[in-house]
């Protein structure tokens, strides 16, 4: 039972292009998101997150939102670098004391073409 | 600063051997996690520590075992290696104020023939 799931399991764009990561989710008790980005061979690392009472949260050239009625978030990196290529995770903290229990989903590779 | 450091980074066992993979941190944080990234299936969660003295059951612990020895360090062993676990085991930290910001390892790669 994917609870948090990302349907494209990749993504190709041109450098100085908008990307847009894509995510879902099935339980409606999920009040906090997250976005790890992950390069081979090492671990993943935050990236940025958004608590359910926003619909939108920005750093620098990523913006998450989240559309709580659709069970929707999406990340957008704008504009995109060859750097930014990666897999991108979305992630969801299972809620109450569960701190840290993060439910991931399948991630999104990204290649940013320069 | 090293962060989380995971040992070894490979390892390849034989069905039924036994190892641990060893894992600390150094930027005092109370929580520690293992997860392991499977193709197609993101991470998921083993086992995890709230803090010292304490380990829980996560999503996926059936076959492994934890051990909080200190602070720093949390182990993760497999008795009897299995060729379903097979995976990329990742380690992971976070303190009290940030709970939900994991601090990963670089991960350690491990293959059951």
């Known amino acids: 039972d994917q609870q948090v799931k990302q349907n494209s399991p990749s993504l190709s764009v041109q450098e100085g292009r908008i990307s847009i990561l894509n995510c879902d989710y099935t339980?409606?008790?999920?009040?906090?998101f997250l976005w790890y980005k992950k390069y081979p061979a090492e671990g993943p690392t935050f990236l940025i997150s958004i608590s359910s009472i926003k619909d939108k949260n920005e750093d620098g050239r990523f913006t998450v939102f989240l559309n709580k009625s659709a069970k929707h978030l999406s990340l957008h990196i704008v504009p995109s670098q060859p750097g930014d290529s990666a897999v991108y995770f979305c992630?969801?903290?299972?809620?109450?004391?569960?701190?840290?229990?993060?439910?991931f989903g399948q991630g999104t590779i990204l290649t940013v073409h320069p | 600063n090293a962060g989380v450091t995971q040992t070894p980074k490979f390892q390849v066992l034989k069905t039924g051997q036994s190892m641990t993979l060893q894992c600390a941190q150094d930027?005092?944080?109370?929580?520690m996690y293992w997860y392991r990234q499977d193709p197609g299936m993101g991470l998921r969660l083993i086992y995890y520590?709230?803090?010292?003295?304490?380990?829980d059951k996560g999503e996926v612990p059936n076959g492994y075992n934890v051990s909080r020895l200190n602070k720093r360090e949390f182990s993760l062993r497999l008795e009897s290696a299995a060729p379903s676990q097979t995976s990329v085991y990742f380690c992971?930290?976070?303190?009290?104020?940030?709970?939900?910001?994991?601090?990963f390892g670089a991960g350690s790669r491990l293959t059951v023939l």
């Open positions: 339980n409606s008790m999920f009040d906090y």
């Open positions: 520590s709230a803090s010292e003295g304490t380990t």
């Open positions: 992630a969801a903290p299972a809620g109450g004391t569960s701190y840290g229990k993060l439910t």
């Open positions: 992971a930290s976070s303190s009290s104020q940030g709970a939900n910001v994991l601090t």
């Open positions: 930027m005092n944080h109370n929580s």
